[in-house]
């Protein structure tokens, strides 16, 4: 997800804290373009085993043994999941471990967490969708859905995978005046780390990510909420549009959730 930004130069920008540096935003493969369309204003104020850096075959839905009640769609309770998006939602706990299923698929030049039981379980070109209703489901759909803002299709992403109303038009107008990030090249140096849910409960959750900071011995967080909504995860932005939130820059992992065996 996160490449080595630009070279210094003389504004004093590379002076401050890395998540503050423009440079290094718009590097950043999942800050790309939400901490840009935030401002400066705003950011004050598998185990890894199969690397699918070419994209590879998509994963294929598994059958689920979950019930109605536990697959339910969101408001009113009634179930609304779309057709081929069953799982198996019975565990709530927070996660402690990602999924054993785990893999990273290309998405553009960057790598995004998949798996075959949590999710996605579809891909519509760049909407990736079908998640478990728990917590590690919305883990999976705030990586998806965020990473998927910064390329080519991204309106189809909003559209579809971004809760209507004021946050979602504010995003789409700061976005459109943003270029898209290249989806060919060599996946970027850096990415995604490790992650921990701040918040759950079956209508709203909010994840944290840790993301490494290409050429140094340095983590970045960022935290992001997601809604259940048409019997999915959706992305949830403040009503200004902004996305992220709790920025800032750690040294390790501890304390989180990581991308590793």
């Not at 918040?199 to 140094?216: A, C, H, L, Q």
Request: glycine share 14%.
């Amino acid at each position: 997800m996160l490449n080595s930004g630009r070279s210094q130069g003389g504004s004093g920008e590379w002076e401050q804290p890395f998540w503050q540096q423009r440079g290094w935003i718009l590097s950043a493969g999942f800050l790309l373009v939400l901490l840009v369309l935030a401002g400066f204003t705003m950011l004050s104020g598998g185990d890894g085993k199969s690397a699918n850096a070419s994209g590879g075959a998509d994963p294929t839905p598994a059958p689920s043994a979950s019930s109605d009640a536990n697959s339910g769609g969101g408001s009113g309770g009634s179930d609304t999941r779309p057709a081929g998006c069953r799982t198996d939602d019975s565990d709530q706990a927070k996660p402690t471990a990602a999924p054993k299923d785990f893999t990273w698929k290309a998405n553009g030049t960057g790598l995004v967490p998949v798996s075959k039981t949590v999710g996605p379980l579809k891909y519509d070109g760049p909407v990736w969708s079908c998640f478990a209703h728990t917590p590690m489901g919305a883990v999976m759909a705030a990586h998806a859905i965020t990473d998927h803002l910064s390329y080519q299709g991204w309106r189809q992403v909003v559209d579809q995978q971004v809760v209507p109303g004021a946050g979602r038009e504010a995003l789409i107008r700061s976005r459109s005046a943003e270029g898209d990030k290249p989806t060919s090249g060599k996946p970027d140096a850096g990415g995604y780390a490790g992650f921990t849910v701040l918040s759950y409960d079956k209508e709203k959750t909010t994840v944290m990510f840790v993301v490494r900071v290409p050429g140094k011995d340095a983590y970045g967080t960022a935290s992001v909420t997601v809604q259940w909504r048409d019997g999915d995860w959706k992305l949830a932005p403040d009503a200004d549009g902004t996305v992220y939130s709790g920025m800032s820059q750690i040294s390790g992992t501890d304390g989180f959730v990581t991308w590793e065996a």
